[in-house]
């Protein structure tokens, strides 16, 4: 039995833990184990492209990916933005992808990405889980990284906890929020990360934006609080219930 199988067997019941994810963040947490217990590096969710204007950025609904990997191919003159929604376009089966297979059939759009990608970040496979919501159409799960060819348990059982992970993350999202929060989603989700311990490069990272982008959240944040810096934004946003 290998390594990673031994790991697997150790692991709580995927079902059992999301029966305990109350946030996003909850979500994102398991979704990073499952990614490292299976051999990836990363994953995304990922929208399929609602307009054509929309960017790749844009189509992620939350990833662990290095955010340069998503910035630089929004800045690149790629046909297309959300290069996985060729993927959904094509199958609603579970989808491997391999550099080192070159007759593993893809998109050519998803193609150009995959292995544009390849090289700088010693990538060489994707597995891409179809999922849908009725109320946001198309998505998929995406897993990236470099190990060796899914079998097809492990294809089996990383699909459904795709599945399981997409309705969670779908059904946490759609909690509303206070209507009297002064708070866009972005500015409460950088909060959120600040609370945690978070740097602006990580949060960065996290939801795929820039420094830059992440330090204008949080400024605008404070200065809806009246607060004098991030650390007292946190403060008066837990204290008031804006953010948990």
């Not at 399929?48 to 340069?68: N, R």
């Not at 996290?206 to 420094?211: D, M, P, R, V």
Request: glycine share 4%.
């Amino acid at each position: 039995m290998s390594a990673q199988s031994q790991q697997k067997q150790h692991v709580p019941g995927i079902a059992e833990r999301l029966e305990h994810c109350a946030t996003q963040f909850d979500v994102l947490r398991l979704l990073r184990e499952i990614t490292d217990i299976y051999g990836y590096r990363y994953f995304f969710v990922v929208n399929s492209q609602t307009t054509e204007a929309q960017s790749f950025s844009e189509s992620i609904v939350i990833t662990s990916a290095p955010s340069d990997m998503v910035q630089n191919h929004d800045a690149s003159e790629l046909i297309s933005p959300n290069p996985v929604a060729a993927i959904l376009r094509e199958t609603g089966a579970p989808f491997e992808y391999r550099l080192d297979n070159l007759g593993s059939p893809a998109p050519a759009e998803f193609k150009v990405f995959a292995e544009g990608v390849s090289t700088e970040y010693d990538l060489d496979c994707w597995f891409i889980i179809p999922v849908y919501h009725p109320d946001h159409g198309p998505a998929a799960v995406c897993f990236l990284g470099k190990r060796s060819l899914m079998s097809a348990s492990e294809t089996a059982e990383l699909t459904l906890h795709g599945h399981l992970l997409h309705n969670k993350l779908r059904q946490v999202s759609a909690r509303p929020q206070k209507p009297d929060s002064p708070l866009t989603d972005r500015e409460r989700e950088c909060l959120i990360w600040t609370s945690l311990g978070k740097t602006s490069v990580e949060i960065a990272q996290i939801l795929a934006l820039s420094e830059h982008t992440v330090n204008h959240y949080l400024n605008n944040a404070a200065r809806k609080f009246d607060a004098v810096n991030r650390t007292q934004a946190v403060a008066y946003g837990l204290r008031l219930g804006f953010i948990e």
